[in-house]
C-alpha cells in the first residue's frame, strides 16, 4: 500500500515592493512668492504696531521721555497725562459727542443703505442701472471738493454748528460703498427664499425685514464696521461744520487737534497721546470683538 506524502513546504513569496510616497511638487515661483508675502505681512505689521505702542507708551512718559528714547519704557507708569486729558482736554466730553454723532450716522446709513442696496439688486426697473452708477460715483469724488457746498448747504438748511447737520453728512458720505458692497451681498442670495415668502402673503416691507436682513448679516456687521471707523476718524466735516465757536460740540478728532494747536510752545504730549489712545482703544477692542464677523462677511460673497 503506497502512502502519498504532501509537501507542506510552503514555497517563499517574493518581497513586496514599497514604493516610497511621492512629495508634492511646489514650483519654485509660488515658494519665492509665499516667502516675500510673507515678509511683506511682517513689515508691515511692524509699521502698524509700532506706532500704536509708542502711542501708549508716551501717555504714560514726561515730555522728556518722550523725546530722549521713544521706544523705551518709562520710568515710572505716570497717570496725570490720563487726567489732564479728561479735565483740561474735555476729551470725555467729545468722545460723548462722537458716540452719538456717530451712532446716528451709522444707524442711517445702514438702514437707508441696505433697503437701497437691496432694491437695487433684487428688482428690476428702468433706470436701476443708472440709480446704482450714481451712488457708486460716490467712491471717486474726493470729500475735500465738496466742503464749500456742503457748508453753504447745510448752512441754508440752519443745521450748521449742530450735530444733526454732521450726522446727515456723515450718512450721505457714507452710502456710496454701503450701497456698493451691500448690493454686491444680497445679489448672492438665493431668491427662491424670498419668493416662498411672497407668495405666503409676506409684503416687500416685512420679506426684506423679517428675511432678507437676517441672512445678510455677515454683510451688514462688516460694512457697519467699516463704517463706524470711518466716522470716528473723520476730521474734515466737523472741521467745517462744527467750527463756529461751539467747542462743547466738538467731536473726538477736533478735541485731539486742539490739544497741540492750543498749547502753543508748551505743547502737552503725554496728554496728547493719552487722548489718542482713548481714541484708538475703543477701535482695537471693536475689531477685536467683530473680526470672525468681519472677515466671514468679506469672503461670504465669494464663497457663495
Request: aromatic share 14%.
Amino acid at each position: 500500500m503506497a502512502i502519498s506524502t504532501v509537501d507542506t513546504t510552503t514555497t517563499a513569496r517574493p518581497p513586496v515592493r514599497t514604493t516610497p510616497a511621492r512629495s508634492r511638487y511646489v514650483p519654485p515661483d509660488r515658494t519665492v512668492f509665499t516667502r516675500l508675502s510673507h515678509v511683506a505681512l511682517v513689515v508691515w505689521a511692524i509699521t502698524v504696531i509700532l506706532p500704536i505702542l509708542w502711542t501708549f507708551l508716551g501717555a504714560f512718559k514726561s515730555n522728556t521721555e518722550i523725546f530722549g528714547d521713544p521706544l523705551a519704557l518709562p520710568g515710572q507708569f505716570r497717570l496725570d497725562a490720563w487726567g489732564r486729558a479728561f479735565t483740561t482736554a474735555h476729551i470725555g466730553q467729545y468722545m460723548l459727542n462722537t458716540v452719538i454723532v456717530v451712532a446716528f450716522g451709522t444707524a442711517g446709513t445702514m438702514l437707508l443703505g441696505s433697503m437701497a442696496a437691496y432694491v437695487l439688486a433684487r428688482y428690476q426697473f428702468f433706470g436701476n442701472r443708472l440709480i446704482y452708477y450714481i451712488f457708486v460715483s460716490g467712491l471717486v469724488f474726493p470729500v475735500f471738493l465738496a466742503l464749500v457746498p456742503l457748508f453753504l448747504v447745510v448752512k441754508n438748511l440752519g443745521l450748521l454748528n449742530t450735530h444733526t447737520g454732521l450726522v446727515l453728512v456723515y450718512i450721505a458720505y457714507s452710502l456710496p460703498f454701503t450701497v456698493f458692497f451691500m448690493a454686491a451681498f444680497f445679489r448672492t442670495l438665493p431668491t427662491s427664499v424670498a419668493e416662498q415668502a411672497m407668495i405666503d402673503g409676506a409684503s416687500h416691507t416685512r420679506t426684506f425685514f423679517q428675511i432678507m436682513v437676517p441672512m445678510a448679516k455677515p454683510g451688514l456687521i462688516s460694512i457697519t464696521i467699516f463704517n463706524v471707523l470711518g466716522q470716528w476718524n473723520q476730521y474734515l466735516l466737523p472741521v467745517v461744520l462744527l467750527s463756529g465757536g461751539v467747542q462743547n460740540k466738538w467731536v473726538l478728532t477736533q478735541g485731539i487737534a486742539n490739544i497741540n494747536t492750543s498749547a502753543g510752545y508748551e505743547a502737552d504730549w503725554p496728554g496728547l497721546f493719552a487722548a489718542l489712545s482713548l481714541a484708538i482703544i475703543p477701535m482695537i477692542i471693536v475689531y477685536v470683538i467683530f473680526q470672525r464677523q468681519i472677515q466671514s462677511g468679506l469672503t461670504a460673497g465669494a464663497l457663495k
